[in-house]
């Protein structure tokens, strides 16, 4: 069971330069996730997509642009990579609007230097 | 003030014994609430839901107490493969997206 993939898992950026992470989903779910654990602080939702074409702002979206490429995948952009968007960044999904099941996927390691 | 409050630990407790966390949330509107469980370096699982009326399962307790807005999640026998963070994790409205995630609490489950 695949469940939740993202990809990469680690990544070293230079300032002001450009990244894309890919999540993907193989359980059918209509809702997916971005967020961003830092150290001391709570996972914080960057942005979410209700349904396949929608996306909305979540807590933190700064930075960062979305695309809910089609019901399986959605993918966070960083365009101008900065210090403060080192962090380890998770993608979930979620059958519906409910938050009672949620799934993560691994987590993508990121260093911007 | 955090919305959600967790002690941030570390908790070293040895085999076999027994260990409480606490949380305190700030919105007295909040509907749902969880706590999951995150191995080092590793994404957040679902543990269990908490229920008003208390729920277990297994060695896990989970109680709610709505009037002083905390939750709680006992370990009873803890094993060495309890050692992770646990996250209490509430939930504002109706819809993942209104998940609010503490900072978790560290366990460590010693020999």
């Known amino acids: 069971n695949a469940g939740v993939t993202q990809t990469p898992k680690f990544q070293v950026l230079k300032t002001g330069q450009s990244m894309t992470l890919q999540c993907a989903q193989d359980?059918?779910?209509?809702?997916m996730y971005w967020y961003r654990q830092d150290p001391g602080m709570g996972l914080r939702l960057i942005y979410y997509s209700a349904s396949e074409g929608t996306t909305d702002k979540g807590e933190v979206p700064n930075g960062y642009n979305v695309s809910r490429l089609n019901k399986r995948e959605f993918s966070l952009r960083l365009e101008s990579a900065a210090p403060s968007q080192t962090s380890v960044y998770f993608c979930?999904?979620?059958?519906?609007?409910?938050?009672?099941?949620?799934?993560f996927g691994e987590g993508s390691w990121l260093t911007v230097v | 003030r955090k919305e959600v409050e967790q002690d941030p630990g570390p908790f070293n407790v040895p085999e076999g014994a027994t260990v409480a966390f606490n949380c305190t949330y700030s919105n007295s509107a909040s509907q749902s609430f969880f706590w999951y469980r995150q191995d080092c370096r590793k994404e957040p699982k679902l543990l269990m839901s908490?229920?008003?009326s208390g729920n277990e399962d297994g060695r896990f307790t989970a109680q709610l107490n709505r009037a002083s807005q905390y939750i709680s999640l006992l370990i009873r026998d803890s094993k060495l493969s309890d050692s992770a963070t646990y996250l209490c994790v509430v939930n504002s409205g109706g819809s993942a997206r209104q998940l609010t995630f503490g900072s978790g609490t560290q366990l460590t489950v010693l020999p």
């Open positions: 359980m059918n779910h209509n809702s």
């Open positions: 979930a999904s979620s059958p519906g609007h409910s938050g009672n099941t949620i799934y």
């Open positions: 908490v229920y008003s």
